[in-house]
C-alpha cells in the first residue's frame, strides 16, 4: 500500500479497513476519500483557477452485486471505457494534467477525471 500523507490517513487505510479512492494521486495534502463495502467507479477534482488552493474532490461509487465482489482496480483516462452514467459532467472540461492553470472558471484538474474498472 502506498503511504498517505496524514497520520490519520495512515491510520484509517491500515487499522479501520478504509480504502483511499486514488493512491496515485501523490498531491492531495489533507484530503482524502477514504471508503469501504463500495465499489469505486471514477474520481475528478474540480478545482477553480482564480482562487488558490480551492478545489472540490468527488468520488463515484455503486454498492457490489454479491458479498466478495472485488473492486475495481483498473484505471483508465477515457470515459468510453466506462458506461455513460458513470461519467462526469463535461461542463468542467476535459481531462487536465496539471494544477491550477489560468482559467478563471471551475474545471478538473490533477490529471482527473479518473474512471476505475474490473482488472
Not at 482562487?51 to 454498492?63: A, N
Not at 466478495?68 to 483508465?76: A, C, R, V
Not at 471551475?106 to 474490473?118: C, E, I, L, S
Request: hydrophobic share 25%; net charge negative; with cysteine.
Amino acid at each position: 500500500m502506498n503511504v498517505l500523507g496524514s497520520v490519520a490517513c495512515v491510520h484509517m487505510a491500515h487499522h479501520i479497513t478504509s480504502q483511499d479512492i486514488d493512491s496515485t494521486d501523490r498531491k492531495r495534502w489533507c484530503e482524502y476519500i477514504m471508503y469501504r463495502g463500495l465499489i469505486k467507479l471514477g474520481y475528478a477534482r474540480i478545482s477553480h483557477g482564480g482562487l488558490t488552493d480551492t478545489e472540490l474532490q468527488v468520488g463515484k461509487f455503486r454498492l457490489p452485486e454479491y458479498s466478495g465482489e472485488p473492486d475495481n482496480d483498473k484505471l483508465t483516462y477515457s470515459p468510453e471505457d466506462v458506461p455513460t452514467w458513470t461519467h462526469f459532467p463535461a461542463l468542467f472540461g476535459g481531462r487536465y494534467r496539471s494544477h491550477y492553470g489560468n482559467e478563471s472558471e471551475h474545471h478538473y484538474h490533477m490529471d482527473t477525471p479518473k474512471y476505475f474498472t474490473p482488472s
